[in-house]
């Protein structure tokens, strides 16, 4: 029965496999904030107890297996006695009880560190004195980032200053649908009709990866965000530049606004301070200021946008933009349009 | 002891519960459907108040139409008993009269819940109304349906009463029948006073 | 010796199994019964499981066009229906049915002809719930249907009409033979077994049937509220009218806890079986398995909202909820101890029932382990939704039940045919399914912890998540190799098998002491049981004294197309009503009261 022992090593291989593939990207091992660092912590903890019970469980059924599978001649049932059964009986019942038991305690002192708003000066200077509202509302397959405090309406990409505690509050605008950003900490559901809250303190510059994580459709896949954390001033420059009005076009592009302004667009898409103010798809005020369209999972690029408005159903099969069916000329103005709107 | 035969067809003895698996049957069964109304219930407690439209159980349950449809389904539990109680002393006259009783009884609790329904459906209230409309009728709408299988189910022991099947010494049928009655008379009993007493 | 007279050889001559196919249209026998539950639940395993190989082949690599998203959703929903309601539960329905009878030291189940109708509700709905791929799409709202996607306004196919009237055919079947269990167990236990005298299988039957009894009432009701909401737009769910998605996630889940313990309890009673057999000793501490048992059936009604923590419950629920699903395990894991402890000083035979148990064991911890973790909230806030429940409900239900499930086949095949598995092939398929498993598997824990969410068709390359998936498509296709394996040893030993006795691993309860394949009736004379293992009595005159109450040479051979009848009425009601056909519902509902008119005038 060698064969057990040795089916332990591609096992053990393809952990440490898994394991470097997990250190090399975003992850919950990867936060950005102290909410995610605690279940970070809290996560690696219970790894580690769960792999010791499981090597001292899995090691006692293994050598039982091997001591006692070992030739002895067939025949009747041996008669073993087992000293003190009942004793071992409350000793593996007590056991998993205490452990389960811290695991538990500890695990509600952080609940409650995640579910509480940082108020105290205990929490550091700079954390305490920003905090910031975000109006997360989930569309099928896209979300809208909204700064209630801000009069800000945007699409795709959570913008935030570093240091700054976010109060996120999580909507639908039909199905269920999840805010998950892994580096940012625990998911919350967007559910129609009740307004879910949840609080991460953003601690790092970057730009991180956040995805749906309920499944909403058929494009449950491509409904992708980004979190971009960035220094104060650039913040608030970001902010001036979303909070400023439509720019004004000229040439090309000023006819691209009129083809806008003219076809279906307006029933679906909003442009601040236009007869534009459909509310099915994402506010596109500012749209070249992304990084990112189409449920985040395009590159805001001049190609993709023409591809894009060329037949959206072949980039993002299902979603509702329907194909326009423009002429290449129309798509050339309209991505004029598209890129002039910083 | 050693050809000792067992008379019951299903062997009952000390390690069995000594009653019959049909009555047994019937008693589980009826747990499960206690779950299926509570379930049923809990849903309309948690969407009362939640309709954004429509007419309010105020404005359109009518207490006293219900109550005395009520009192007509706890008087066919009454008859029923009775029936019970008569061929458990062989008569088997009384029986088929109070048999028929409760089904007659049923059947003027299900006219009154049609009427009832008749008078809702009159105010604008139906299952796609609005989400009162939707409780309201899926409660009483499958506890009706209830009803009804209960009347049929009497229906087939009358026919075997009629036809001598049903003697002092073998009336289960009856207690099954009178067990899953009774079930539904309380079931209603509870609908009652959460969704007309309470509710209003 | 004592085994022999309780099979009268000398009254009857074996019975051989007849073929005709009507034979198993009308029979009630539970042997029967028990036979085409569990090849009619494997069929739909293979189903399953080709549309897991669909979904891992769609996966393998990022940006994949396999199938079409639309087609993508259909398939995983179906594969977890299929999974759970058409192979997981029919499966341990069946070994259930063949097997507690014989343990119990009865002739057949309580109500037979009712056991019937349970079988060919399953069957029908299950046929039905696939005949929605060719009537215009299969459901695709995946198999916990949350609420409101799975309304007209999102899910405008009847593939959701399918799904929710299907599961009400098949639950009222489940409820049925629920039913049938409790008063089988409650009431034949043969003389002499009491109940704490009875078999662990048996015992773990008991809980279950009682487990779906109390569950599934909620998955009816929810499954009602949805198909009214689709047919007659009740607003139920529907936000804007007042209704609350959230009721669909609580009725849901306060089946669909349960019902996860439902699909191990069954699986927990086979390994209860066979590990002491195999190890040649008694089982370290009966009591405690029976009383974890029972501790778990009740507990699993309190921790339905472990399913539910990130959908804004208040911290305070969440906690409770937590604090219970904790304490859930420790019942659990005390189970895992005792049979861990009844192989030492034992003298292990390493059969590949055996092998099956044991890597049952392993497997399930790990995915306790994981379960654990998710029952901490901070933590399932991070994982929940994502691959790392994947992996854990995997190694829970296929580490733990599947396998089980294939211990049960290799340990309870000599006595249904008569024959044993080859021993060779039956290692060969364990191997691979134990590589191909963890393969799939255990890197799923790494990606959910790396951001990968459920029931998403595709990925974009820039994850990193291609590997590991590329990985797992490779490991899924070495476990249908081991499925095919196993195929391959049913058909080589069904004919060609080592011939087995009545006894041949030298067993501990009832079913042992027939012939393999029991006659039709059992047991020729009740037996009285003394013990908990009444095949290791010492004393072979304490059997064999009781009578039935009908002789050896009299059993009425109970046949009824009735129960055929009312399923198939249900069937046809039920297209009637996901096309709203009326005509179509009264011919159905005409069709299943002219059946439950047969059953109850047929001559008996």
Not at chain 1, 150 to 164: C, D, F, K, Q, Y
Not at chain 3, 12 to 21: A, D, E, G, N
Not at chain 3, 311 to 333: C, E
Request: hydrophobic share 50%; charged share 10%.
């Amino acid at each position: 029965m060698l064969s057990f022992v040795r089916a332990t090593r591609p096992a053990l291989l393809l952990i440490l496999i898994s394991a470097l593939a997990l250190a090399g990207c975003e992850s919950v091992f990867t936060p950005i904030s102290p909410q995610a660092q605690s279940i970070a912590n809290l996560a690696t903890i219970l790894f580690v107890v769960a792999g010791l019970v499981f090597v001292v469980v899995e090691g006692t059924l293994l050598y039982f297996v091997l001591r006692f599978s070992r030739g002895r001649p067939a025949g009747e049932t041996a008669e073993v006695e087992t000293k003190n059964e009942r004793r071992i009986e409350i000793a593996w019942t007590a056991a998993p009880a205490v452990v389960l038991a811290i695991v538990f305690i500890v695990s509600m002192v952080i609940l409650r560190f995640l579910v509480t708003q940082p108020a105290a000066p205990g929490m550091g200077a700079a954390a305490s004195a920003q905090t910031l509202n975000v109006r997360v509302v989930a569309h099928q397959w896209w979300w809208e980032f909204d700064y209630p405090d801000l009069g800000i309406v945007t699409a795709n990409e959570m913008h935030a200053p570093v240091g700054a505690t976010l109060l996120v509050s999580v909507e639908s605008a039909d199905v269920i649908h999840s805010f998950w950003s892994p580096v940012l900490g625990g998911k919350i559901d967007a559910i129609p009709g009740q307004i879910n809250r949840t609080i991460y303190t953003v601690t790092k510059v970057g730009d991180y990866g956040g995805q749906c994580s309920e499944f909403c459709g058929v494009d449950h896949a491509f409904m992708l965000f980004r979190v971009i954390v960035e220094p104060r001033a650039q913040f608030d420059s970001w902010v001036r530049q979303q909070q400023a009005p439509a720019a004004t076009m000229t040439g090309h592009a000023a006819s691209g606004e009129q083809m806008f302004m003219n076809g279906a667009c307006i029933g679906c898409h909003t442009i601040n301070g236009t007869i534009a103010r459909g509310t099915l798809g994402p506010n596109l005020t500012h749209f070249a200021s992304r990084g990112t369209f189409a449920g985040s999972t395009q590159q805001n690029t001049r190609d993709n946008i023409v591809k894009w408005l060329e037949d959206p159903q072949a980039l993002k099969s299902g979603n509702l933009m329907p194909n326009l069916h423009l002429t290449p000329d129309q798509i050339q103005a309209l991505a004029d349009y598209l890129e002039s709107l910083r | 002891m050693l050809n000792e035969s067992m008379t019951a067809p299903t062997g009952a003895h000390e390690t069995s519960l000594n009653i019959d698996n049909r009555k047994l049957g019937t008693w589980v069964f009826l747990a499960s459907e206690a779950v299926f109304f509570s379930s049923l219930i809990v849903t309309y407690i948690v969407m009362s108040g939640r309709a954004v439209s429509g007419p309010t159980p105020q404005e359109v349950l009518s207490i006293p139409l219900v109550g005395i449809n009520t009192f007509v389904l706890i008087s066919s539990s009454v008859t029923m008993v009775m029936a019970l109680a008569a061929i458990e002393r062989g008569d088997q006259r009384r029986l088929r009269r109070f048999l028929i009783a409760t089904a007659l009884l049923g059947l003027l609790f299900l006219s009154g819940q049609a009427v009832e329904f008749t008078l809702l459906y009159q105010h604008g209230l139906s299952l796609h109304s609005d989400l009162f409309g939707a409780s309201f009728f899926t409660l009483t709408g499958f506890h009706g349906a209830h009803v009804s299988v209960g009347i049929l189910w009497i229906g087939f022991v009358l026919a075997r009463a009629f036809s001598g099947g049903v003697t002092k010494e073998n009336h289960l049928a009856v207690e099954l029948v009178g067990l899953y009655w009774h079930f539904v008379d309380v079931v209603w009993i509870i609908i009652f006073t959460v969704v007309y007493l309470i509710g209003t | 010796m004592q085994r022999n007279m309780l099979v009268d050889a000398q009254a009857l001559p074996l019975q051989r199994y007849q073929t005709s196919v009507l034979r198993w249209l009308v029979t009630t026998n539970h042997k029967d019964i028990g036979l085409l539950y569990i090849s009619a639940s494997f069929l739909f395993f293979i189903v399953g499981g080709v549309e897991a190989l669909v979904i891992r082949l769609q996966l393998a690599e990022p940006n994949s066009r396999v199938v079409s998203p639309e087609v993508y959703n259909q398939i995983f929903t179906m594969h977890g229906t299929t999974m759970i309601f058409l192979f997981a539960m029919p499966i341990l329905v069946g070994f259930a049915n063949y097997i507690v009878p014989l343990q119990l030291g009865a002739r057949d189940m309580a109500f037979p002809r009712l056991n019937a109708m349970s079988f060919w509700l399953f069957l029908f709905g299950g046929l039905v719930l696939y005949s929605s791929f060719v009537l215009g799409g299969a459901p695709d709202a995946g198999w916990f249907a949350y609420a409101p996607l799975t309304g007209t306004d999102y899910s405008p196919t009847h593939g959701m009409d399918f799904w929710a009237l299907g599961i009400l055919m098949t639950g009222v079947g489940s409820t049925l033979g629920a039913i049938n269990f409790v008063v089988t167990i409650l009431n034949m236990r043969t003389r002499g077994m009491s109940m704490l005298k009875m078999p662990l299988f048996s015992w773990q039957i008991l809980v279950t049937a009682i487990l779906i009894l109390f569950a599934m009432p909620a998955l009816t009701v929810d499954a009602i509220l949805l198909y009214f909401e689709r047919a007659f737009r009740a607003p139920f769910f529907l936000a804007q009218q007042g209704g609350q998605p959230i009721l669909w996630q609580h009725l849901f889940w306060f089946f669909g806890h349960p019902e996860v313990y439902i699909l191990i309890l069954p699986a927990f009673g086979i390994i209860s079986e066979v590990v002491p057999v195999f190890s040649r000793r008694r089982i370290f501490g009966y009591a405690a398995i029976i009383y974890s048992g029972i501790a778990i059936g009740f507990l699993g009604f309190t921790v339905w909202a472990h399913h539910m923590f990130v959908v804004g419950l208040s911290p305070i629920a969440d906690a409770i909820f937590s604090l219970d699903s904790m304490i859930i395990a420790v019942p659990t894991s005390i189970k895992i101890f005792n049979w861990v402890a009844t192989m030492w000083g034992g003298r292990l035979n390493l059969k590949t029932p055996m092998l099956f148990a044991i890597g049952f064991i392993s497997m399930f911890m790990i995915g306790g382990f994981s379960g654990i973790t998710l029952a901490t909230v901070p933590v399932d806030w991070q994982v929940t939704d994502t691959y790392y429940v994947v992996a854990h409900l995997h190694y829970v239900l296929f580490g733990g039940t599947v396998f089980a499930i294939f211990a049960g086949l290799y340990y309870w095949f000599p006595k249904m045919t008569g024959r044993f598995l080859s021993e060779k092939i039956g290692a060969l398929q364990f191997w691979f399914m134990v590589l191909g498993f963890n393969l799939t598997f255990l890197p799923m824990h790494i990606q959910g912890l790396m951001g990968m969410p459920r029931r998403i068709y595709t990925y974009a390359a820039n994850t990193s998540w291609g590997d590991l998936n590329f990985l797992e498509t490779i490991g899924s296709f070495i476990i249908a190799i081991a499925v095919g394996i196993f195929l391959w040893n049913v058909a080589v030993s069904m004919r060609r098998g080592r011939p087995a006795d009545g006894d041949p691993w030298h067993g501990h309860t009832l079913e042992w002491a027939v012939s393999s394949p029991p006659p039709g009736y059992n047991f020729a004379v009740a037996p009285i049981v003394h013990s908990r293992w009444p095949l290791l009595e010492e004393n072979p005159d304490s059997v064999a004294e009781a009578h039935f109450a009908t002789g050896v040479t009299d059993i009425p051979e109970e046949t009824s197309v009735f129960p055929l009848v009312v399923a198939f009425g249900l069937g046809v009601a039920v297209y009637g009503l996901v096309y709203l056909y009326p005509v179509l519902i009264l011919l159905g509902v005409a069709i299943l009261f002219a059946g439950i008119v047969g059953l109850v005038y047929e001559p008996r």
